[in-house]
């Protein structure tokens, strides 16, 4: 329950780090998915992701890597861990998988709205004859 809370806090700076603080113009629209820390707090793992997706996912990850060490010191000052875990971070395609099934659904509604049009129109046809 305490890594829960801890991650929870670590995925709040970190947006909030996201937004006001980090000026790389790499990092625009990106936004923190999920924070992952091990038992011992020696990881944290920071999934991350952009509205353009994966074809920004290197530059992102780069960016990130390379503010590494500012981003662990301004998180270690806003939450107050004995010792602070180091970070990972991760791309996470879950936000671009979850915009292709809706479009699928979409897809699927729209067919299936054909499909009862269809139906219809036979069915008077059948209806007149």
Excluded: N
């Amino acid at each position: 329950m305490r890594i829960q809370r801890i991650a929870g806090r670590v995925r709040e700076e970190m947006s909030e780090l996201l937004v006001y603080q980090i000026q790389d113009p790499r990092l625009l629209g990106v936004s923190v998915t999920d924070v992952q820390i091990d038992r011992e707090l020696a990881f944290a793992d920071i999934y991350v992701s952009a509205v353009e997706g994966q074809e920004r996912a290197k530059d992102v990850i780069e960016a990130l890597q390379h503010a590494g060490s500012f981003i662990r010191h301004y998180l270690a000052e806003k939450v107050q861990l004995r010792s602070f875990p180091k970070l990972r971070f991760f791309w996470d395609p879950t936000p671009e998988r979850a915009d292709r099934m809706e479009k699928l659904f979409a897809q699927l509604h729209q067919s299936d709205g054909a499909d009862l049009e269809m139906q219809d129109e036979e069915g008077e046809q059948e209806d007149e004859e």
